[in-house]
């Protein structure tokens, strides 16, 4: 339910990323609403008002997931091939949309602790697309020495 109430409290935040769960856990709960209110019988009317409510947010977390993939949001004129894409793998680490979407604190914790090491091949790849980004605009000067610190800090794991 997290997702669903992120995605509403952004309902015209057209900016940043959101991961792939954010985004089919928003769909589901939608679905699941519909398909709630088509079992209880509940008049076209309601039906109308549920999907009047949720287009902004819709349209919102689907141009977030596209950037959560490196792609713009203008992506979502496609129809069924941006569907491909909001299915498909996030783009690892910062893009030109901005820092990966977070996951919830417990379970970063949980994956943190027993992700391996980076190897130094790795580390290095991070800091060349990291300084491309910095290099583009894509995030600023106190974001570039957050992320890099982040990275370097996991060399010593």
């Known amino acids: 339910m997290r997702p669903y109430l992120n995605a509403m409290k952004r309902y015209v935040d057209f900016q940043g990323r959101s991961n792939r769960s954010q985004y089919w856990y928003f769909i589901l709960t939608l679905v699941g609403f519909f398909f709630v209110a088509e079992l209880l019988g509940a008049p076209r009317q309601l039906l109308a008002i549920i999907n009047v409510i949720h287009i902004l947010p819709n349209l919102a977390v689907t141009v977030r997931r596209l950037h959560d993939t490196d792609r713009s949001g203008w992506w979502i004129l496609t129809g069924p091939i941006a569907l491909i894409f909001l299915v498909g ?26 992700a391996p090491p980076m190897s130094p091949v790795d580390i290095i ?11 583009s605009g894509a995030i600023d000067d106190s974001e570039f020495q957050r992320m890099k610190a982040g990275i370097t800090g996991q060399q010593q794991s």
């Open 89 to 114: 793998r996030s783009t690892e680490g910062a893009n030109r949309f901005g820092a990966a979407a977070t996951i919830a604190a417990p379970v970063a914790s949980a994956v943190e602790s027993v």
């Open 125 to 135: 790849h991070q800091l060349e697309r990291l300084a491309s980004l910095k290099a």
